[in-house]
């Protein structure tokens, strides 16, 4: 049994709630994704399958419209909307990203809407909100990423560079509130009875995620900048970025802290023969017999502390240095260390850890007699399993099973 069996949700296909849509459909919830006539601009988005564009070849249409079921709604047309309404009947979510007022315009507002579905969840999705009248200007992912603050704490210590960018991270991220506020109506609709309408920002979305900076602002009027491979924050921090024995880079990430770590890093280091060039490596041993709380809130001010936490930062640079940063990823593992390689978004694909927990998912294409390697879940459940039930839908794919259901109903 799936988390979300038994769901219908009406998703109004375009691009920013997506990632929404496939979140709810691969946890169970039969997602009706509807396009207009044309269809959606991203089923011809690259990169495509064997580099060959055309119609279902676009990779991006197929990784965000897995276990979606497709079907063809002209919203500008009275017999459309017609079709629309009935199709709202049958369902328990309304997700959409539609101009702020398009679907009053239509008569297909919450209000209008909820006279047909009284108990429906309407999760709007908008740059600034629907009550903003920011909402009706241009904006791509990028815009929005950099007018809500995440770009700001991400890049190198060097600030001539450029931010770096992310990938459709605002989108995601407002789809994850979409996905998330819808499924909080629904438990909240199984004990009250009602639905609700959800005005999801796709900036404040963003702006949740970042971290110190805007309290840092807004609270002491201070300004973050961002470091390389660390947390933004108003005072520089120490490196922690080290290139590896094979010419690849690794974060030392979170030195030691208790004991038992300071203990087992500093092992590592005389397993490795490591330790006679390390000067500080007493101070490790002082960590591992360290007695009481080890107050990172010291450092800085109590010599012992400050010498002991800089020693297991060290020692992990040498280490790093003198191995691969597969080995210095799986030793630290090992030693109960939290560290990272960095990898290439197809080094990471490819990782043992994310093959093993079942990352890489199988999903068969029929119509190209070939079985095609997808990402997998997000996340990991047990008692209601995640899965990919089908691949995206072709452009009106669904139109004849739907339509059906929806005329019966």
């Known amino acids: ?68 079921r497709g079907v063809v709604i002209d919203l500008d047309d009275e017999a459309g909307r017609v079709r629309f309404r009935a199709l709202i009947a049958t369902a328990d979510v309304l997700v959409e990203a539609e101009p702020r007022h398009r679907l009053a315009t239509l008569g297909l507002d919450y209000d209008d809407l909820t006279a047909i579905k009284p108990d429906l969840v309407h999760v709007a999705v908008t740059p600034y909100g629907r009550n903003d009248p920011k909402s009706d200007l241009p904006y791509t992912d990028l815009t929005l990423m950099a007018a809500s603050g995440p770009p700001w704490s991400c890049g190198y210590d060097d600030h001539s560079l450029p931010p770096v960018r992310g990938a459709l991270q605002g989108y995601h991220t407002a789809s994850h509130f979409a996905a998330m506020s819808a499924m909080t109506a629904l438990l909240h609709r199984g004990v009250a009875g009602v639905g609700q309408f959800i005005d999801v920002s796709i900036t404040a979305a963003s702006n949740v995620s970042t971290e110190a900076a805007s309290y840092s602002w807004l609270v002491a009027d201070r300004t973050v900048q961002r470091q390389t491979g660390r947390h933004a924050s108003v005072s520089p921090s120490g490196e922690t970025q080290q290139r590896c024995a094979d010419g690849r880079y690794a974060n030392t990430g979170v030195p030691p802290r208790k004991p038992a770590e300071f203990a087992a890093l500093h092992a590592w280091l005389k397993e490795l023969g490591l330790d006679a060039e390390l000067p500080e490596a007493v101070f490790l041993e002082m960590g591992a017999g360290w007695q009481g709380p080890f107050d990172l809130a010291k450092l800085g001010s109590d010599d012992e502390i400050t010498a002991i936490f800089g020693a297991g930062r060290e020692a992990l640079k040498l280490i790093a240095a003198r191995t691969s940063a597969q080995d210095f990823f799986v030793g630290c593992q090992r030693a109960g260390l939290a560290v990272g390689v960095v990898n290439a978004p197809e080094e990471a694909f490819e990782d043992p850890h994310f093959k093993a927990r079942g990352f890489q998912v199988s999903v068969c294409h029929e119509d190209l007699n070939r079985t095609v390697v997808y990402p997998g879940a997000p996340y990991a459940f047990t008692a209601s399993p995640w899965a990919i039930t089908r691949r995206a839908p072709k452009f009106g794919e669904h139109d004849a099973e739907v339509f059906a259901d929806v005329d019966a109903d």
């Open 1 to 68: 049994m799936t988390a979300l069996a038994g769901l219908r949700v009406v998703e109004l296909a375009r691009e920013p709630i997506a990632w929404a849509g496939k979140l709810l459909a691969d946890m169970g919830a039969d997602v009706i994704l509807v396009e207009p006539p044309g269809g959606d601009p991203s089923r011809r988005y690259p990169p495509f399958l064997d580099d060959q564009p055309g119609p279902d070849r676009s990779l991006y249409w197929w990784h965000y419209h897995t276990s979606k």
